[in-house]
């Protein structure tokens, strides 16, 4: 065979392997981290993806809701169920997710969701025959019965993929993990007919929250970031968050920061006032005592607001899309006007364009969320403008 040939051959067949990476240091070199570490937590800018454990639902069960999607309430409406993501470690390596978000329902005893009622009526098997569905523990998923599947079953299996994931890259950005506490459920308007429901949380039910984050980090937290850690010698959280006590970069590699939304808040706070003595923030509302994360979900109407609490100190969560909306419509709107108000976590469906845009031209386009140039996070345009020759984010 011609030796030219061969070359040409290899030379293709290395480019068509060849994969994106963010977190490939060990193929080339990292670039000084020097300047950017001094930067403080809330001076960068980082993507996450929503529901970000989500796997689309069989087939069969999708159709069956269809014909009934006239009487669901809106959060159970199909448009808003048909999306899945990749493995988590797919998400932080390959497109540098870094912040994600979680849906747990507290499940004591065991079992409550180990079946799948919605199933009867999709001819499909009710019975899951997972384990690990079966034992005490918190569980991940959207919405049992109809919208379970997931890339983790519990919230501790995730927690210990998270965790190897990270001793794996001990200088990584710190992750934010933002955890909704649900008690909703299918179940609370068709429970006559055998579908679950959701436990209502308690302050004990919210300790064991912390008790499995503590399995997995240690009773130390060594690897997170906590309230007492940020409040320092502050009387309040918040009038930490006011006065810039966040940590450095620096400081937060190869941490965690875990932000509880949802149900579980009021409960959390019971006997810990401005969090104390908590493994995680809560999303707040300015003026209260614990308030250091805030959220605006829209971040066209709400640009103003967002970059109001940006300036304060407040770590803020927007969105830059939602499912089956831009992937649909391919406007960037939201995403430029997430990008440019400052919210340091940008969460959405579409790190990577939706699929269906190839097959289904005419119905999807090839929306899809990156910083410019593919960067793995931004120093903060708000609150770091005079700091943006400091350079490029590795890991």
């Given at each position: 065979m011609n030796s030219k040939f061969i070359l040409v051959f290899w030379a293709i067949f290395a480019i068509a392997c060849k994969k994106e990476t963010f977190n490939n240091s060990r193929q080339r070199p990292i670039p000084d981290q020097t300047a950017l570490n001094?930067?403080?937590?809330n001076q960068i800018q980082v993507l996450g993806s929503h529901n970000s454990y989500h796997k689309r639902m069989p087939a069969k069960l999708f159709d069956f809701l269809k014909t009934i999607n006239f009487i669901?309430?809106?959060?159970?409406?199909?448009?808003?169920?048909?999306?899945?993501h990749e493995p988590l470690y797919t998400q932080l390596d390959t497109y540098g997710m870094r912040s994600f978000e979680i849906d747990i329902y507290a499940d004591p005893n065991g079992g409550r969701f180990k079946n799948r009622k919605g199933n009867a009526f999709a001819g499909?098997?009710?019975?899951?025959?997972?384990?690990?569905?079966?034992q005490p523990g918190y569980k991940v998923m959207h919405i049992p019965d109809i919208d379970y599947e997931t890339h983790h079953y519990t919230f501790k299996s995730m927690l210990t993929d998270l965790k190897k994931w990270s001793d794996a890259h001990p200088n990584h950005l710190p992750i934010f993990l933002l955890i909704e506490g649900k008690e909703t459920t299918v179940g609370d308007f068709l429970g006559?007919?055998?579908?679950?429901?959701a436990v209502r949380f308690t302050p004990a039910l919210t300790d064991a929250i912390d008790e499995e984050i503590k399995s997995v980090f240690g009773n130390s937290l060594d690897k997170v970031i906590t309230p007492d850690k940020v409040r320092g010698d502050y009387t309040t959280l918040e009038e930490a968050v006011l006065n810039n006590n966040w940590p450095t970069i620096g400081e937060s590699r190869g941490k965690f920061i875990f932000v509880m939304q949802g149900a579980s808040v009021d409960d959390y706070l019971v006997g810990h006032p401005s969090l104390k003595g908590r493994a995680m923030f809560t999303n707040s509302t300015p003026g209260k005592p614990?308030?250091?994360?805030?959220?605006?979900?829209?971040?066209?109407?709400?640009?103003?607001?967002?970059i109001d609490a940006v300036q304060k100190g407040y770590i803020v969560r927007t969105r830059s899309d939602g499912p089956n909306e831009e992937n649909r419509t391919g406007s960037y709107a939201n995403q430029e006007a997430a990008f440019r108000s400052g919210g340091q976590i940008i969460s959405t469906d579409y790190y990577r364009p939706d699929p269906r845009y190839l097959t289904k031209p005419a119905e999807f386009t090839n929306y899809s969320c990156r910083f410019p140039n593919g960067e793995l996070a931004r120093i903060n345009p708000i609150n770091a403008a005079d700091k943006q020759t400091y350079g490029k984010f590795a890991e």
């Open positions: 001094t930067l403080q937590l669901l309430p809106a959060e159970y409406k199909v448009e808003s169920l048909d999306y899945d499909l098997p009710e019975a899951s025959g997972i384990a690990e569905l079966a006559f007919i055998g579908f679950a429901t614990e308030a250091a994360f805030v959220q605006y979900n829209s971040p066209v109407r709400e640009e103003n607001s967002i």
